[in-house]
């Protein structure tokens, strides 16, 4: 290479980085001075995304609701595996399918006759796994939480 093929990648780069930077501080300041735009795009596409699950949760189905009373509701879904924990998006669907204003926990637990399974390999070598998520829940109206990429805040 010669002197002048190498005085011109130095310009280039010097160039390149100049403008890469400026880009980026352009960038930075506009998502500094839009976060509510980009909040709200955010929450739209989140929105978008969970009602399209919802959808498909209560297509599949599964989850049994039954009346206690006026507000509060019992709802049940199987399960043929170890407990894995006390929640489940098909039952946060049907929840909101019941009580369209919010709702709030009276309790969430698992039940079962004997004991409950301790790994997936166990089920798998043919021991009984099967136990019943149940929720009582109560309509109440309860402010929308926002979807947010963070986690609940």
């Not at 795009?41 to 009346?67: H, K, N, Y």
């Not at 998006?89 to 399974?117: D, L, P, T």
């Not at 136990?131 to 805040?153: D, H, M, N």
Request: aromatic share 12%; net charge neutral.
């Amino acid at each position: 290479m010669n002197k002048m093929n190498i005085k011109n990648m130095i310009e280039f780069n010097k160039i390149k980085n100049w403008v890469i930077k400026g880009l980026f501080a352009a960038v930075s300041v506009m998502v500094m001075s839009s976060c509510s735009s980009f909040n709200g795009m955010a929450e739209s596409v989140g929105a978008s995304l969970v009602s399209a699950g919802d959808g498909l949760q209560s297509a599949q189905g599964g989850v049994q609701a039954i009346q206690v009373s006026e507000d509060v509701f019992d709802l049940i879904e199987k399960y043929n595996e170890p407990v894995m924990g006390f929640d489940s998006w098909a039952m946060r669907v049907k929840a909101k399918e019941v009580c369209h204003e919010g709702y709030i926990y009276q309790s969430r637990h698992a039940f079962r006759e004997g004991e409950f399974a301790k790994s997936h390999e166990s089920c798998m070598e043919g021991e009984s796994c099967r136990y019943a998520l149940e929720w009582r829940i109560q309509c109440k109206k309860v402010p929308y939480e926002p979807f947010s990429l963070f986690g609940k805040t």
